[in-house]
């Protein structure tokens, strides 16, 4: 029952955060500079609530959990979702609600099928495309889709000539008929490939956010979690970087963005990629103070001649909170960021898709730290016989070797994110 339950939230969370932040920025008009600047100030605040509901998670609800037990903390979120159901029925009448078109994993599906078929039964790759199946609904003129007021510019009758191996699903197949795409389709599923890159390299961070909740919480139960007479769960640690996000958001919002529109003198100020590529910068200066702070809590161990104890060391647990500032800027920066970018970049039929991928973005990186973090104690078991990351004692650890590991690999992947963005050419939607 306990894996029912845990699986039906897995699945509840997956379908309320990919729904309802393309939800709510479809209620701004985005033909008008006004409903633009609305709409990406929507995207700072979503992250601001979400970071208020975990604010009362790893407060409130902990508290409540640690002396009234967790059937309680439980019961507190099973009563708050229920109250949330009839408070956003309550805006039905108001919402612009765009109207189903069809799934976009189908026309992703149908268009590399088509390509695939049409390369394996060619015998000459330049004659690929040999009839263009076109669509009424291509033109060069702006069209309405449902009654969300969103005007999308339709792309022409020629294919583009980027990744040219997609326009092969042009061809003609009167034996297949199923398989017969749209210069629409294929473009928006171009589309799609170009915003992929950006979502991998996204991965990496998430990787990094990982730790937070796993080395950092380990590291400080070792220290002093004192603070005046109040003692503070280690499970609480992640308390600092929501209030830095709570306190970030409006301050991104009202003063850095207003500076940066003044400064550049576009509309939107910092790109969403240079939001996501700030991001990724404060994640890896974040792993770098992560290591120092380790280096500093083990020499402080050494010193006491604690190393083989289990008592707090006489080092506060603020030392840790800096890892946390730092990578609670770096999520808000590339979580705003990447739903905006997404949202923006994406087909209009294919937005809910395209802005869920910051969620799978997330679950990816939690998935590869533990994947990395094993990697790691094989290779170091066999090479040096103590693994860097295994024992009861995490004064015998090397976290610091791995915090620079992940430091480096961080810095890889900037260079990856560079190598794409630097040749990413924002869509007729983007900023």
């Known amino acids: 029952m306990l894996f029912a339950g845990l699986y039906l939230v897995a699945l509840g969370v997956g379908g309320i955060k990919g729904s309802l932040a393309p939800h709510g920025a479809e209620q701004y008009d985005e033909t008008t500079q006004l409903g633009r600047k609305q709409r990406s100030a929507f995207f700072n605040y979503y992250v601001f609530c979400l970071s208020s509901g975990a604010l009362i998670a790893v407060t409130f609800v902990v508290w409540i959990e640690d002396n009234k037990g967790w059937q309680w903390g439980f019961g507190i979120s099973t009563a708050t979702i229920l109250l949330s159901i009839p408070i956003f029925l309550l805006g039905s009448p108001f919402y612009r609600n765009k109207i189903p078109t069809g799934c976009p994993i189908t026309t992703i599906v149908k268009v590399l099928t088509a390509a695939i078929f049409n390369t394996c039964k060619s015998k000459n790759s330049s004659n690929a495309v040999t009839e263009v199946h076109s669509s009424p609904t291509c033109s060069n003129e702006s069209r309405d889709e449902g009654n969300s007021n969103v005007k999308e510019k339709v792309p022409s009758q020629k294919p583009t000539e980027?990744?040219?191996?997609?326009?092969?699903?042009?061809?003609?197949?009167?034996?297949?008929?199923?398989?017969?795409?749209?210069?629409?389709?294929?473009?928006?599923?171009?589309?799609?490939?170009?915003?992929?890159?950006?979502?991998?390299?996204?991965?990496?961070?998430?990787?990094?956010?990982?730790?937070?909740?796993?080395?950092?919480?380990?590291?400080?139960?070792?220290?002093?979690?004192?603070?005046?007479?109040?003692?503070?769960?280690?499970?609480?640690?992640?308390?600092?970087?929501?209030?830095?996000?709570?306190?970030?958001?409006?301050?991104?919002?009202?003063?850095?963005?207003?500076?940066?529109?003044?400064?550049?003198?576009?509309?939107?100020?910092?790109?969403?990629?240079?939001?996501?590529?700030?991001?990724?910068?404060?994640?890896?200066?974040?792993?770098?103070?992560?290591?120092?702070?380790?280096?500093?809590?083990?020499?402080?161990?050494?010193?006491?001649?604690?190393?083989?104890?289990?008592?707090?060391?006489?080092?506060?647990?603020?030392?840790?909170?800096?890892?946390?500032?730092?990578?609670?800027s770096a999520d808000l920066f590339t979580l705003a960021?990447?739903?905006?970018?997404?949202?923006?970049?994406?087909?209009?039929?294919?937005?809910?898709?395209?802005?869920?991928?910051?969620?799978?973005?997330?679950?990816?990186?939690?998935y590869f730290s533990t994947v990395l973090v094993s990697i790691v104690n094989n290779i170091t078991s066999t090479y040096r016989h103590t693994p860097w990351l295994f024992g009861s004692n995490l004064n015998h650890y090397h976290l610091e070797r791995f915090y620079w590991l992940m430091c480096i690999l961080g810095g890889l992947n900037f260079l990856h994110f560079l190598f794409w963005a630097a040749r990413y050419k924002y869509s007729s939607t983007g900023p």
């Open 162 to 328: 980027d990744i040219k191996f997609l326009n092969r699903a042009l061809r003609n197949n009167p034996a297949y008929p199923i398989v017969q795409c749209t210069v629409k389709e294929v473009e928006e599923v171009k589309i799609v490939f170009k915003i992929f890159p950006i979502f991998m390299s996204t991965i990496m961070l998430n990787c990094c956010l990982a730790q937070l909740s796993t080395f950092s919480v380990q590291q400080a139960a070792t220290m002093n979690t004192k603070l005046g007479s109040l003692k503070v769960p280690p499970a609480s640690l992640p308390v600092f970087p929501v209030i830095f996000i709570l306190i970030l958001a409006p301050v991104y919002n009202h003063v850095i963005i207003p500076f940066a529109r003044k400064v550049t003198k576009t509309e939107m100020g910092i790109t969403h990629l240079q939001r996501i590529g700030t991001g990724l910068i404060l994640s890896i200066v974040a792993m770098a103070v992560a290591a120092l702070v380790e280096i500093k809590r083990k020499r402080v161990a050494v010193n006491s001649g604690l190393v083989n104890s289990s008592e707090p060391l006489p080092i506060t647990f603020l030392w840790v909170a800096l890892q946390y500032l730092f990578l609670g």
């Open 337 to 366: 960021g990447m739903m905006e970018f997404f949202f923006t970049d994406a087909p209009l039929s294919m937005r809910s898709l395209a802005t869920s991928l910051s969620w799978a973005s997330l679950a990816m990186g939690y």
